[in-house]
Structures are given as structure tokens and as C-alpha cells.
């Protein structure tokens, strides 16, 4: 997720997810695999983090960042239970 803003105006956050299959968005927007950085505007109070795998959601959460700016996110993705908010939810044994 590209997004051009300046140093003062805007929020960079990291996303870490060790399963390098998943697929994260945040805002619905593609962000990457593995270790990804983020930048939004500073003003902004919260992103949703969602995890996909094979096209289906498989995990989503809302994260407060305001004032957290260079933070590291890690997405731990319980491997026994897969969730999400969304109408598309997968469940595993």
C-alpha cells in the first residue's frame, strides 16, 4: 500500500505475520506478506487488519493506532481456530 504523505502529516505502522502464505490488507487495501509497513494519515485513529488465504478472509481486527507511530504489529493467527468478522468466515478442526 502506497501512499504518499509527508513526514509530519502521517503514521507509519508495521504488520508481521509469520505464516507467509496470508495475504494482509488494511482498509481493504493490499498490503503484503511477512513484514509489511504501512503509512496513513497521523489524524487517523484506527485500521482493520485483515488476513486472507486462498481468497477468504480468514482473520480481521480493528487496531488503535493514533499516537503510535513506528509501532510493530504482530498477527498471531491461531492455527487450531480460524475467525473473522466478516459473512465469509472459515472454521477449522
Known amino acids: 500500500m502506497a501512499t504518499l504523505l ?13 505464516e507467509r ?3 494482509m490488507y488494511v482498509d481493504d487495501e493490499y498490503a ?7 503509512t496513513v494519515p497521523r489524524d487517523k485513529k484506527r485500521i482493520k487488519v485483515s488476513c486472507r488465504e486462498n481468497g477468504l478472509e480468514i482473520y480481521s481486527r480493528t487496531y488503535y493506532i493514533k499516537g ?19 459473512p465469509n468466515i472459515i472454521k477449522s478442526k
Open 21 to 23: 502464505q496470508v495475504e
Open 68 to 86: 503510535k507511530d513506528q509501532q510493530l504489529i504482530e498477527l498471531s493467527i491461531p492455527k487450531d481456530y480460524r475467525y473473522s468478522s466478516s
Open 32 to 38: 503484503g506478506r511477512g513484514l509489511v509497513q504501512v
Open 6 to 18: 509527508s513526514c509530519s502529516s502521517s503514521t507509519t505502522i508495521s504488520l508481521l505475520c509469520d
